[in-house]
């Protein structure tokens, strides 16, 4: 399914304007590194703005396995109030809800039961 889910992917970038090098590139990244090369290959788009959208790194950093960063990313969403951090229940952060900080993060948000 992951060729599916890039092929998504890309096909959302051209629905939102993106130019087509950009999709191009995103086909690229997936083609050399499957999904993790994709979601990496976000993370360095994002990178490029000055104020990156901290919901969608930690997100991409979810995907990857990457903890700790997801994490950082969404201390750094909820403190900028970044709708990413009131959309909890979104599976793509099933990765993270073994871990305490994920507690935590619900805590702070008055979302805990």
Do not use: C, H, K
């Not at 788009?45 to 990857?64: I, N």
């Not at 959309?87 to 993270?96: A, V």
């Amino acid at each position: 399914m992951a060729e599916q889910a890039a092929a998504a992917y890309q096909q959302v970038m051209r629905l939102m304007g993106q130019p087509p090098e950009a999709v191009a590139a995103a086909a690229g990244a997936f083609a050399a590194g499957g999904l993790d090369g994709l979601y990496r290959w976000e993370i360095e788009q994002l990178m490029q703005s000055p104020a990156p959208r901290p919901g969608f790194m930690a997100a991409a950093y979810a995907m990857l396995g990457e903890t700790d960063l997801a994490f950082e990313w969404l201390d750094r969403s909820v403190d900028s109030y970044d709708s990413w951090s009131f959309q909890l229940n979104d599976p793509l952060w099933d990765l993270l809800r073994e871990d305490p900080r994920y507690e935590e993060l619900l805590r702070r948000l008055n979302l805990s039961g």
